[in-house]
Protein backbone atom coordinates (compact mmCIF):
# COMPACT_ATOMS: atom_id res chain seq x y z
CA UNK A 1 0.00 0.00 0.00
CA UNK A 2 2.89 2.28 1.06
CA UNK A 3 6.36 1.68 -0.21
CA UNK A 4 9.65 4.01 0.55
CA UNK A 5 12.57 2.66 -2.29
CA UNK A 6 15.54 4.08 -0.91
CA UNK A 7 14.15 7.47 -0.44
CA UNK A 8 16.34 10.74 1.07
CA UNK A 9 15.04 14.22 1.54
CA UNK A 10 17.08 17.31 2.17
CA UNK A 11 14.85 20.14 2.74
CA UNK A 12 16.47 23.10 0.82
CA UNK A 13 19.18 24.88 2.98
CA UNK A 14 19.68 22.26 5.39
CA UNK A 15 23.06 20.58 5.39
CA UNK A 16 21.94 17.08 6.48
CA UNK A 17 19.21 14.77 5.44
CA UNK A 18 15.85 15.03 6.62
CA UNK A 19 15.47 11.37 5.41
CA UNK A 20 18.52 9.34 4.36
CA UNK A 21 18.31 6.06 2.27
CA UNK A 22 14.80 5.08 4.08
CA UNK A 23 12.98 2.03 2.47
CA UNK A 24 9.53 0.89 4.42
CA UNK A 25 6.85 -1.58 3.18
CA UNK A 26 3.41 -1.44 4.14
CA UNK A 27 1.01 -3.37 3.41
CA UNK A 28 -2.42 -3.09 2.88
CA UNK A 29 -4.66 -3.25 6.21
CA UNK A 30 -1.65 -3.00 8.30
CA UNK A 31 -1.46 -0.70 11.29
CA UNK A 32 2.28 1.08 11.43
CA UNK A 33 3.88 2.97 14.27
CA UNK A 34 6.01 5.54 12.96
CA UNK A 35 8.30 6.38 16.41
CA UNK A 36 11.34 8.39 17.00
CA UNK A 37 12.88 11.94 18.57
CA UNK A 38 11.89 15.07 16.96
CA UNK A 39 13.35 15.78 14.09
CA UNK A 40 14.28 11.89 12.98
CA UNK A 41 12.27 12.22 10.59
CA UNK A 42 8.68 11.08 11.03
CA UNK A 43 6.36 13.67 9.47
CA UNK A 44 8.64 13.81 6.55
CA UNK A 45 7.70 10.20 5.79
CA UNK A 46 4.21 10.78 6.10
CA UNK A 47 4.50 14.81 3.96
CA UNK A 48 6.26 12.37 1.34
CA UNK A 49 3.22 9.93 1.39
CA UNK A 50 0.90 12.72 1.17
CA UNK A 51 2.99 14.09 -1.39
CA UNK A 52 3.12 17.94 0.16
CA UNK A 53 6.88 16.98 -0.37
CA UNK A 54 8.98 15.08 -2.88
CA UNK A 55 12.05 13.01 -2.23
CA UNK A 56 15.44 14.31 -3.42
CA UNK A 57 15.93 10.88 -4.78
CA UNK A 58 14.56 7.24 -4.16
CA UNK A 59 11.31 6.39 -4.76
CA UNK A 60 7.41 6.53 -3.07
CA UNK A 61 4.56 4.36 -4.27
CA UNK A 62 1.48 4.29 -3.00
CA UNK A 63 -1.05 2.03 -3.78
CA UNK A 64 1.19 0.74 -6.68
CA UNK A 65 1.67 4.60 -7.98
CA UNK A 66 4.45 6.15 -8.07
CA UNK A 67 3.54 9.55 -6.45
CA UNK A 68 6.76 11.51 -7.19
CA UNK A 69 6.08 11.35 -10.43
CA UNK A 70 2.35 12.08 -10.45
CA UNK A 71 1.13 15.46 -12.29
CA UNK A 72 -0.02 17.81 -10.23
CA UNK A 73 -3.57 17.98 -10.94
CA UNK A 74 -3.48 14.40 -10.54
CA UNK A 75 -2.46 14.99 -6.54
CA UNK A 76 -5.80 16.01 -5.01
CA UNK A 77 -7.24 12.62 -6.45
CA UNK A 78 -4.16 10.76 -4.14
CA UNK A 79 -5.08 12.91 -1.69
CA UNK A 80 -8.62 11.68 -1.47
CA UNK A 81 -7.27 7.82 -1.15
CA UNK A 82 -5.34 9.40 2.65
CA UNK A 83 -6.93 10.78 5.44
CA UNK A 84 -4.88 12.99 7.76
CA UNK A 85 -5.04 13.20 11.40
CA UNK A 86 -3.01 15.81 13.09
CA UNK A 87 -2.13 16.13 17.18
CA UNK A 88 -4.10 20.16 16.58
CA UNK A 89 -7.00 18.55 15.33
CA UNK A 90 -7.65 21.54 12.31
CA UNK A 91 -11.21 21.48 12.76
CA UNK A 92 -12.58 24.95 11.68
CA UNK A 93 -13.95 27.16 14.74
CA UNK A 94 -16.79 28.62 13.26
CA UNK A 95 -18.46 25.30 11.76
CA UNK A 96 -20.43 22.74 13.94
CA UNK A 97 -19.18 19.25 14.09
CA UNK A 98 -21.52 18.07 11.40
CA UNK A 99 -20.10 21.27 8.97
CA UNK A 100 -16.78 20.30 10.05
CA UNK A 101 -17.07 16.36 8.78
CA UNK A 102 -19.38 17.43 5.90
CA UNK A 103 -16.65 20.08 4.50
CA UNK A 104 -14.05 17.28 3.78
CA UNK A 105 -16.86 15.70 1.63
CA UNK A 106 -18.63 19.30 -0.01
CA UNK A 107 -15.13 20.40 -1.39
CA UNK A 108 -14.62 17.27 -3.44
CA UNK A 109 -17.62 17.64 -4.88
CA UNK A 110 -20.35 14.83 -3.04
CA UNK A 111 -23.87 15.27 -3.70
CA UNK A 112 -25.37 16.64 -0.83
CA UNK A 113 -28.00 13.16 -0.50
CA UNK A 114 -24.57 11.51 0.28
CA UNK A 115 -23.15 14.03 2.64
CA UNK A 116 -26.43 13.70 4.69
CA UNK A 117 -26.37 10.14 4.85
CA UNK A 118 -22.58 9.43 5.40
CA UNK A 119 -21.78 12.29 8.08
CA UNK A 120 -24.33 11.16 10.86
CA UNK A 121 -22.80 7.38 10.21
CA UNK A 122 -19.45 8.12 10.50
CA UNK A 123 -19.88 10.36 13.60
CA UNK A 124 -21.74 7.09 14.97
CA UNK A 125 -18.64 5.39 13.95
CA UNK A 126 -16.06 7.67 16.42
CA UNK A 127 -19.20 7.58 19.35
CA UNK A 128 -20.01 11.30 18.34
CA UNK A 129 -23.96 10.46 18.08
CA UNK A 130 -25.94 13.45 18.96
CA UNK A 131 -23.14 15.89 18.92
CA UNK A 132 -23.19 16.79 15.55
CA UNK A 133 -24.56 20.36 16.38
CA UNK A 134 -22.29 21.33 18.75
CA UNK A 135 -19.20 23.90 17.90
CA UNK A 136 -15.65 22.71 17.93
CA UNK A 137 -14.61 24.96 21.45
CA UNK A 138 -17.68 23.25 23.34
CA UNK A 139 -16.13 19.84 22.96
CA UNK A 140 -13.06 18.12 25.52
CA UNK A 141 -9.86 17.48 23.07
CA UNK A 142 -10.78 14.11 22.66
CA UNK A 143 -13.79 14.92 21.09
CA UNK A 144 -11.94 17.18 18.87
CA UNK A 145 -10.26 14.70 17.94
CA UNK A 146 -13.07 12.26 17.30
CA UNK A 147 -14.10 15.08 14.88
CA UNK A 148 -11.19 15.46 13.10
CA UNK A 149 -10.92 11.43 12.80
CA UNK A 150 -14.08 11.52 11.51
CA UNK A 151 -13.54 14.24 9.11
CA UNK A 152 -10.20 11.94 7.59
CA UNK A 153 -12.28 8.71 7.03
CA UNK A 154 -15.80 10.12 5.88
CA UNK A 155 -14.88 9.52 2.33
CA UNK A 156 -13.69 5.57 3.32
CA UNK A 157 -10.08 6.07 2.61
CA UNK A 158 -7.86 3.30 1.90
CA UNK A 159 -4.90 4.89 3.81
CA UNK A 160 -4.91 6.84 7.49
CA UNK A 161 -1.89 9.05 8.11
CA UNK A 162 -2.11 10.11 12.11
CA UNK A 163 0.57 12.70 12.96
CA UNK A 164 1.14 12.93 17.29
CA UNK A 165 -3.14 12.39 17.46
CA UNK A 166 -2.70 11.58 20.91
CA UNK A 167 0.04 14.50 21.61
CA UNK A 168 -2.29 16.50 22.92
CA UNK A 169 -4.32 14.29 25.02
CA UNK A 170 -4.11 12.79 28.47
CA UNK A 171 -3.23 9.10 28.48
CA UNK A 172 -6.89 8.20 29.19
CA UNK A 173 -8.38 9.92 26.27
CA UNK A 174 -5.41 8.58 24.00
CA UNK A 175 -6.53 5.08 24.92
CA UNK A 176 -10.27 5.80 23.55
CA UNK A 177 -8.35 7.56 20.39
CA UNK A 178 -6.32 4.36 19.96
CA UNK A 179 -8.95 2.15 20.38
CA UNK A 180 -11.04 3.99 17.40
CA UNK A 181 -8.08 3.65 15.22
CA UNK A 182 -7.83 0.05 16.03
CA UNK A 183 -11.58 -0.15 15.00
CA UNK A 184 -10.50 1.86 11.80
CA UNK A 185 -7.91 -0.39 10.63
CA UNK A 186 -10.31 -3.29 11.65
CA UNK A 187 -12.16 -2.16 8.38
CA UNK A 188 -8.90 -2.77 6.13
CA UNK A 189 -8.07 0.92 6.36
CA UNK A 190 -3.94 1.22 6.46
CA UNK A 191 -3.03 2.86 9.21
CA UNK A 192 0.33 4.74 9.83
CA UNK A 193 0.97 6.78 13.10
CA UNK A 194 3.96 8.86 13.56
CA UNK A 195 4.02 9.28 17.50
CA UNK A 196 6.66 9.76 20.78
CA UNK A 197 3.84 8.39 23.24
CA UNK A 198 5.81 5.54 24.53
CA UNK A 199 2.47 3.96 26.41
CA UNK A 200 0.26 3.62 23.39
CA UNK A 201 3.14 1.91 21.44
CA UNK A 202 3.67 -0.33 23.99
CA UNK A 203 -0.09 -1.34 24.69
CA UNK A 204 -1.17 -2.00 21.00
CA UNK A 205 2.10 -4.14 20.20
CA UNK A 206 1.58 -3.44 16.65
CA UNK A 207 4.26 -3.03 14.04
CA UNK A 208 6.91 -0.23 14.78
CA UNK A 209 9.27 1.26 12.54
CA UNK A 210 11.74 3.00 14.30
CA UNK A 211 13.45 6.89 12.68
CA UNK A 212 16.50 8.31 14.52
CA UNK A 213 18.60 11.38 12.23
CA UNK A 214 16.63 10.46 9.09
CA UNK A 215 17.27 6.29 8.84
CA UNK A 216 15.40 3.46 9.79
CA UNK A 217 17.12 1.99 12.63
CA UNK A 218 14.37 -0.37 13.42
CA UNK A 219 11.46 -2.47 12.13
CA UNK A 220 9.91 -4.97 14.34
CA UNK A 221 6.31 -6.79 14.20
CA UNK A 222 4.15 -6.53 17.69
CA UNK A 223 7.11 -4.14 19.20
CA UNK A 224 7.18 -1.58 22.18
CA UNK A 225 8.66 1.67 21.70
CA UNK A 226 11.84 0.77 22.41
CA UNK A 227 14.81 0.85 25.44
CA UNK A 228 16.46 4.17 24.35
CA UNK A 229 13.55 6.24 25.15
CA UNK B 1 -20.98 25.08 -5.79
CA UNK B 2 -22.52 26.02 -3.13
CA UNK B 3 -20.21 26.21 -0.58
CA UNK B 4 -18.04 28.29 -3.89
CA UNK B 5 -20.71 30.90 -3.63
CA UNK B 6 -21.13 31.33 0.26
CA UNK B 7 -17.27 31.87 0.10
CA UNK B 8 -17.94 34.08 -2.72
CA UNK B 9 -20.41 36.15 -0.45
CA UNK B 10 -18.56 36.10 2.55
CA UNK B 11 -15.11 36.95 0.83
CA UNK B 12 -16.78 40.24 -0.80
CA UNK B 13 -18.13 41.12 2.81
CA UNK B 14 -14.62 40.10 4.53
CA UNK B 15 -12.61 42.82 2.73
CA UNK B 16 -14.93 44.99 1.31
CA UNK B 17 -12.89 48.06 1.58
CA UNK B 18 -10.27 46.07 -0.49
CA UNK B 19 -12.31 45.34 -3.21
CA UNK B 20 -14.07 48.91 -2.87
CA UNK B 21 -10.42 50.40 -3.50
CA UNK B 22 -10.06 47.66 -5.93
CA UNK B 23 -13.34 48.95 -8.22
CA UNK B 24 -12.53 52.47 -7.58
CA UNK B 25 -9.01 52.38 -9.23
CA UNK B 26 -10.29 49.90 -11.53
CA UNK B 27 -12.87 52.61 -12.71
CA UNK B 28 -10.75 55.34 -12.82
CA UNK B 29 -8.03 53.52 -14.84
CA UNK B 30 -10.60 51.90 -17.22
CA UNK B 31 -12.25 54.99 -17.85
CA UNK B 32 -8.77 56.17 -18.41
CA UNK B 33 -7.70 54.07 -21.12
CA UNK B 34 -11.86 54.41 -22.59
CA UNK B 35 -10.81 58.28 -22.86
CA UNK B 36 -7.67 57.52 -24.54
CA UNK B 37 -8.97 55.39 -27.11
CA UNK B 38 -11.07 58.09 -27.61
CA UNK B 39 -8.95 60.34 -27.84
CA UNK B 40 -7.09 58.91 -30.43
CA UNK B 41 -10.11 57.68 -32.98
CA UNK B 42 -10.88 61.50 -32.47
CA UNK B 43 -7.50 62.62 -33.75
CA UNK B 44 -7.91 59.85 -36.54
CA UNK B 45 -11.34 60.79 -37.32
CA UNK B 46 -10.41 65.08 -37.26
CA UNK B 47 -7.12 64.15 -39.36
CA UNK B 48 -9.34 61.97 -41.99
CA UNK B 49 -11.80 65.17 -42.73
CA UNK B 50 -9.44 67.96 -42.21
CA UNK B 51 -6.34 66.43 -43.37
CA UNK B 52 -3.21 65.81 -41.14
CA UNK B 53 -0.70 67.96 -40.45
CA UNK B 54 1.14 65.99 -43.37
CA UNK B 55 -1.20 67.52 -45.96
CA UNK B 56 -1.72 70.84 -47.45
CA UNK B 57 -4.86 71.58 -49.33
CA UNK B 58 -5.16 73.42 -52.81
CA UNK B 59 -8.29 75.12 -53.69
CA UNK B 60 -9.19 75.14 -57.45
CA UNK B 61 -10.41 77.73 -58.74
CA UNK B 62 -14.49 77.83 -59.26
CA UNK B 63 -16.60 80.23 -61.20
CA UNK B 64 -17.37 82.85 -59.42
CA UNK B 65 -14.17 82.35 -57.28
CA UNK B 66 -13.57 84.55 -54.40
CA UNK B 67 -10.22 84.55 -55.89
CA UNK B 68 -9.93 87.44 -58.66
CA UNK B 69 -7.40 85.51 -60.36
CA UNK B 70 -9.90 83.01 -61.20
CA UNK B 71 -11.25 82.89 -64.79
CA UNK B 72 -14.14 81.00 -63.52
CA UNK B 73 -13.65 76.93 -63.08
CA UNK B 74 -10.32 75.21 -63.44
CA UNK B 75 -10.01 73.73 -66.85
CA UNK B 76 -8.69 69.70 -67.28
CA UNK B 77 -5.61 71.28 -69.06
CA UNK B 78 -5.03 73.36 -66.18
CA UNK B 79 -5.40 70.27 -63.84
CA UNK B 80 -3.05 68.67 -65.30
CA UNK B 81 -0.50 70.94 -65.60
CA UNK B 82 -0.88 71.03 -61.64
CA UNK B 83 -0.67 67.12 -61.02
CA UNK B 84 2.44 67.62 -63.02
CA UNK B 85 4.15 69.91 -61.23
CA UNK B 86 2.80 68.35 -57.97
CA UNK B 87 4.42 64.72 -59.13
CA UNK B 88 7.61 66.25 -59.83
CA UNK B 89 8.21 67.94 -56.54
CA UNK B 90 10.32 65.86 -54.31
CA UNK B 91 8.46 66.73 -50.96
CA UNK B 92 5.34 64.93 -51.97
CA UNK B 93 4.61 61.50 -50.67
CA UNK B 94 0.89 61.19 -52.45
CA UNK B 95 -1.97 63.70 -54.07
CA UNK B 96 -5.57 62.98 -54.87
CA UNK B 97 -8.23 65.17 -56.80
CA UNK B 98 -11.36 65.89 -54.66
CA UNK B 99 -14.16 66.46 -56.53
CA UNK B 100 -17.08 69.15 -56.22
CA UNK B 101 -19.40 66.10 -54.93
CA UNK B 102 -17.19 64.86 -52.82
CA UNK B 103 -16.61 68.42 -51.20
CA UNK B 104 -20.08 68.44 -51.14
CA UNK B 105 -21.12 65.19 -49.43
CA UNK B 106 -18.30 66.18 -46.26
CA UNK B 107 -20.09 69.29 -46.64
CA UNK B 108 -23.80 66.96 -45.76
CA UNK B 109 -21.85 65.17 -42.89
CA UNK B 110 -20.80 67.78 -41.01
CA UNK B 111 -24.14 69.72 -41.31
CA UNK B 112 -26.64 66.75 -41.22
CA UNK B 113 -29.60 67.49 -42.80
CA UNK B 114 -28.69 70.90 -43.43
CA UNK B 115 -28.07 70.60 -47.25
CA UNK B 116 -30.50 68.03 -48.51
CA UNK B 117 -32.49 67.46 -50.94
CA UNK B 118 -33.32 69.79 -54.35
CA UNK B 119 -33.89 73.17 -52.64
CA UNK B 120 -30.76 73.67 -50.75
CA UNK B 121 -28.90 77.34 -50.79
CA UNK B 122 -25.61 75.64 -51.73
CA UNK B 123 -25.50 72.77 -54.20
CA UNK B 124 -22.15 70.50 -55.34
CA UNK B 125 -21.52 73.35 -57.71
CA UNK B 126 -20.77 75.55 -55.44
CA UNK B 127 -18.27 73.93 -53.75
CA UNK B 128 -14.60 74.16 -55.46
CA UNK B 129 -12.57 71.25 -56.62
CA UNK B 130 -9.22 70.89 -54.56
CA UNK B 131 -5.85 68.44 -54.49
CA UNK B 132 -4.62 66.90 -50.94
CA UNK B 133 -1.62 66.53 -51.28
CA UNK B 134 0.95 64.34 -48.57
CA UNK B 135 3.93 65.95 -47.81
CA UNK B 136 6.90 63.51 -46.50
CA UNK B 137 8.12 66.23 -44.09
CA UNK B 138 5.97 68.40 -42.66
CA UNK B 139 8.72 71.12 -42.02
CA UNK B 140 9.36 71.15 -45.82
CA UNK B 141 5.98 72.19 -47.09
CA UNK B 142 7.52 75.75 -48.54
CA UNK B 143 9.19 74.19 -51.60
CA UNK B 144 5.66 72.97 -53.11
CA UNK B 145 3.56 75.61 -51.58
CA UNK B 146 5.61 78.14 -53.84
CA UNK B 147 5.44 75.89 -56.71
CA UNK B 148 1.91 75.19 -56.55
CA UNK B 149 0.76 78.95 -55.56
CA UNK B 150 1.45 80.89 -59.37
CA UNK B 151 -0.50 78.43 -61.13
CA UNK B 152 -3.41 79.14 -63.36
CA UNK B 153 -6.35 77.80 -61.44
CA UNK B 154 -5.09 77.32 -58.41
CA UNK B 155 -7.39 79.85 -55.81
CA UNK B 156 -6.07 79.08 -52.24
CA UNK B 157 -3.58 76.66 -50.43
CA UNK B 158 -4.32 75.70 -47.24
CA UNK B 159 -1.83 75.04 -44.77
CA UNK B 160 -2.99 72.88 -42.59
CA UNK B 161 -0.12 73.00 -39.81
CA UNK B 162 -0.68 76.53 -38.58
CA UNK B 163 -4.51 75.67 -37.75
CA UNK B 164 -4.35 72.12 -36.89
CA UNK B 165 -1.12 71.87 -35.61
CA UNK B 166 -1.72 72.87 -32.04
CA UNK B 167 -5.31 70.96 -32.32
CA UNK B 168 -3.47 67.81 -32.97
CA UNK B 169 -0.61 67.95 -30.48
CA UNK B 170 -2.89 68.70 -27.64
CA UNK B 171 -5.28 66.08 -28.60
CA UNK B 172 -2.23 64.14 -28.87
CA UNK B 173 -0.89 65.37 -25.22
CA UNK B 174 -4.12 64.40 -23.71
CA UNK B 175 -4.17 60.85 -25.44
CA UNK B 176 -0.85 60.38 -24.12
CA UNK B 177 -1.61 62.05 -20.50
CA UNK B 178 -4.73 59.62 -19.90
CA UNK B 179 -3.06 56.68 -21.12
CA UNK B 180 0.31 57.67 -19.00
CA UNK B 181 -1.88 58.27 -15.83
CA UNK B 182 -4.01 54.91 -16.66
CA UNK B 183 -0.82 53.07 -16.72
CA UNK B 184 0.14 53.76 -13.04
CA UNK B 185 -3.44 53.28 -11.90
CA UNK B 186 -3.41 50.27 -13.57
CA UNK B 187 -0.22 49.05 -11.74
CA UNK B 188 -1.95 50.38 -8.72
CA UNK B 189 -4.95 48.02 -9.38
CA UNK B 190 -2.56 45.26 -9.92
CA UNK B 191 -1.00 45.75 -6.52
CA UNK B 192 -4.10 46.07 -4.75
CA UNK B 193 -5.47 43.00 -6.53
CA UNK B 194 -2.26 40.74 -5.22
CA UNK B 195 -2.82 42.65 -1.57
CA UNK B 196 -6.60 41.56 -1.57
CA UNK B 197 -5.96 37.71 -2.56
CA UNK B 198 -2.82 37.82 0.31
CA UNK B 199 -5.48 38.61 3.19
CA UNK B 200 -7.98 36.65 1.26
CA UNK B 201 -5.57 33.27 1.33
CA UNK B 202 -4.66 34.20 4.75
CA UNK B 203 -8.19 34.65 6.35
CA UNK B 204 -9.06 31.30 4.69
CA UNK B 205 -5.67 29.35 5.41
CA UNK B 206 -7.67 26.83 7.82
CA UNK B 207 -10.02 25.88 5.19
CA UNK B 208 -7.47 26.36 2.54
CA UNK B 209 -5.29 24.13 4.05
CA UNK B 210 -8.20 21.16 4.59
CA UNK B 211 -9.37 21.73 1.20
CA UNK B 212 -5.92 20.80 -0.20
CA UNK B 213 -5.75 17.73 2.74
CA UNK B 214 -9.43 16.23 1.47
CA UNK B 215 -7.87 16.52 -2.20
CA UNK B 216 -9.96 19.34 -3.68
CA UNK B 217 -9.22 20.33 -7.01
CA UNK B 218 -7.20 23.14 -7.26
CA UNK B 219 -9.46 24.67 -9.28
CA UNK B 220 -11.98 24.29 -6.55
CA UNK B 221 -10.00 25.71 -4.15
CA UNK B 222 -8.97 28.60 -6.56
CA UNK B 223 -12.59 29.38 -8.09
CA UNK B 224 -13.80 31.74 -5.07
CA UNK B 225 -10.89 34.03 -5.57
CA UNK B 226 -11.66 33.87 -9.44
CA UNK B 227 -14.59 34.89 -8.83
CA UNK B 228 -14.28 37.88 -5.92
CA UNK B 229 -12.00 39.55 -9.22
CA UNK B 230 -14.59 38.68 -11.44
CA UNK B 231 -17.19 40.57 -9.99
CA UNK B 232 -14.88 43.52 -8.96
CA UNK B 233 -13.94 43.73 -12.37
CA UNK B 234 -17.35 43.67 -13.92
CA UNK B 235 -18.33 46.36 -11.07
CA UNK B 236 -15.54 48.56 -12.14
CA UNK B 237 -15.70 48.30 -15.89
CA UNK B 238 -19.77 49.17 -15.68
CA UNK B 239 -18.49 52.52 -14.04
CA UNK B 240 -16.07 53.14 -16.71
CA UNK B 241 -18.23 52.00 -19.16
CA UNK B 242 -20.62 53.98 -17.36
CA UNK B 243 -18.44 57.45 -17.32
CA UNK B 244 -17.87 56.56 -21.19
CA UNK B 245 -21.47 56.88 -22.09
CA UNK B 246 -21.90 60.24 -19.87
CA UNK B 247 -18.88 61.60 -21.34
CA UNK B 248 -20.23 61.26 -25.07
CA UNK B 249 -23.58 61.75 -24.10
CA UNK B 250 -23.21 65.17 -21.97
CA UNK B 251 -19.24 66.47 -23.06
CA UNK B 252 -19.04 65.36 -26.73
CA UNK B 253 -22.94 65.49 -27.93
CA UNK B 254 -23.86 67.68 -25.48
CA UNK B 255 -21.68 70.47 -25.51
CA UNK B 256 -18.70 70.17 -28.23
CA UNK B 257 -20.62 68.64 -31.12
CA UNK B 258 -23.09 71.89 -31.01
CA UNK B 259 -20.51 74.54 -30.40
CA UNK B 260 -17.87 73.20 -32.80
CA UNK B 261 -19.62 71.94 -35.56
CA UNK B 262 -16.31 72.24 -37.97
CA UNK B 263 -14.89 69.30 -36.65
CA UNK B 264 -16.33 65.25 -36.84
CA UNK B 265 -16.71 64.21 -33.43
CA UNK B 266 -16.40 60.64 -31.87
CA UNK B 267 -19.77 59.19 -32.14
CA UNK B 268 -21.43 56.15 -30.55
CA UNK B 269 -19.68 53.61 -33.23
CA UNK B 270 -16.46 55.04 -31.87
CA UNK B 271 -17.54 54.65 -27.92
CA UNK B 272 -18.70 50.83 -28.23
CA UNK B 273 -15.18 50.16 -29.52
CA UNK B 274 -13.45 51.32 -26.18
CA UNK B 275 -16.20 50.42 -24.32
CA UNK B 276 -15.56 46.65 -25.77
CA UNK B 277 -11.76 47.24 -24.87
CA UNK B 278 -12.48 48.32 -21.57
CA UNK B 279 -14.86 45.51 -20.93
CA UNK B 280 -11.67 42.76 -22.08
CA UNK B 281 -9.35 44.88 -20.14
CA UNK B 282 -10.82 44.83 -17.16
CA UNK B 283 -11.28 41.42 -16.34
CA UNK B 284 -7.93 40.50 -17.91
CA UNK B 285 -6.41 42.95 -14.88
CA UNK B 286 -8.01 41.38 -12.32
CA UNK B 287 -7.29 37.60 -13.37
CA UNK B 288 -3.92 37.64 -14.25
CA UNK B 289 -3.15 38.45 -11.37
CA UNK B 290 -5.36 36.26 -9.57
CA UNK B 291 -4.43 33.45 -11.88
CA UNK B 292 -0.72 33.90 -10.82
CA UNK B 293 -1.06 34.63 -7.50
CA UNK B 294 -3.08 31.55 -6.51
CA UNK B 295 -0.89 29.64 -8.01
CA UNK B 296 1.70 31.09 -5.64
CA UNK B 297 -0.28 30.79 -2.47
CA UNK B 298 -2.49 27.77 -2.88
CA UNK B 299 0.05 25.50 -4.25
CA UNK B 300 -1.03 22.06 -3.93
Known amino acids: ?229 | MRYTFTELGQGLRRNLSMHLAVVLTLFVSLTLVGLGALLKMQATKAADYWGSELQITVWLCKDRDANASCLGEVTEAQKAAISKVIEDNPEVAGYHFETKDEAFEKLKETYVGKFDGPNSIITADDMPQSVWIELKDPEKFEGIKSAVSGLDGVSDIRDERDTLGPIYSAINRLQWGSLGTSLFLVFAAILLVANTIRLTAFARRREIGIMRLVGASTVYIALPFLLEALVTAAVGVLLAIGALVAFENYVVQGQLASQFVFIPWVDWSQVQVAVLLVAVLGPALTLVPTVVLTGKYLKV
Open chain 1, 1 to 229: MIRFEKVSKTYPGQGHAALENVSIDVEKGEFVFLVGASGSGKSTALRLVLREARPTAGRVYVAGKEINRLAGWKVPRLRRQIGTVFQDFRLLPNKTVNENVAFALQVIGKSRSEVTRVVPETLELVGLEGKGDRMPDELSGGEQQRVAIARAFVNRPMILIADEPTGNLDPATSVGIMKLLDRINRTGTTVVMATHDHGVVDQMRKRVVELSAGQVVRDQAQGGYGFSH
